[in-house]
């Protein structure tokens, strides 16, 4: 079926530094969503990327979706303790109305 | 605050009760969503709700019965549940099907 896949599970940095996720799909995808889950809280639309090549920025966010629209990436510069969280990325596939989230990274921040 | 909102917040129940969990979103949307989200699972969607209509269902166990009265509210009506049920169960709305998902702050379900 269907897949939307996000490296790595887990991340671990020391603040100040940069963490980077990826988000892969089998199919290629008509748009892309981030959330971000803080802990014991509920997702939170972050941002939807439409255009192949297509990156935005949220201060220190940066989200880019692939030329071949099937991977997307969220990099976030000189990590802050409140960016501590879960990130999702959920793609719809050009083929279907449905959207699949991946499985989320947790970003952990040691001060 | 999403605008969406999810009753109760936590919930402890034996494997033969019966229990509701509602969800009302205030934003006007026509698609409403079930999900079910636990330790070591990603979001797993559970129920997809098109203009009241069920447009989805996951292979969801049918202790497991939604019910969506309205285009504002969502039931997930739940009996017989089992411990491995255990998890936050979470509610979102969006304007269409694949637009972006506004969640609730879910309800925290415990099967014992």
């Known amino acids: 079926g269907q897949q939307v896949m996000q490296i790595p599970q887990y991340q671990h940095v020391q603040e100040g530094e940069d963490f980077t996720t990826y988000c892969n799909s089998s199919t290629t995808l008509s748009n892309i969503q981030w959330y971000k889950q803080r802990p014991g809280g509920h997702p939170v639309f972050l941002i939807q990327l439409v255009k192949s090549g297509e990156v935005k920025k949220q201060k220190r966010l940066t989200f880019q979706f692939g030329e071949a629209k099937k991977n997307s990436s969220l990099h976030i510069t000189a990590t802050q303790t409140t960016d501590v969280g879960t990130y999702f990325c959920?793609?719809?596939?050009?083929?279907?109305?449905?959207?699949?989230f991946g499985q989320g990274t947790t970003l952990q921040v040691k001060p | 605050e999403t605008g969406v909102t999810q009753t109760p917040r936590h919930l402890v129940m034996g494997m033969t009760n019966k229990k509701s969990l509602k969800c009302e979103q205030h934003l006007g949307h026509n698609a409403m969503y079930w999900y079910k989200q636990s330790a070591k699972k990603p979001l797993e969607l559970m129920f997809v709700?098109?203009?009241?209509?069920?447009?989805e269902n996951n292979s969801v166990p049918s202790r497991f019965s939604p019910e969506c009265p309205n285009s504002s509210h969502l039931f997930l009506h739940l009996h017989t549940l089992q411990p491995e049920d255990s998890a936050l169960y979470l509610c979102a709305s969006s304007q269409e099907q694949s637009y972006e998902q506004y969640f609730g702050p879910g309800t925290r379900l415990t099967v014992t």
């Open positions: 709700y098109s203009l009241e209509e069920r447009v």
């Open positions: 959920a793609g719809k596939p050009s083929n279907t109305g449905k959207l699949i």
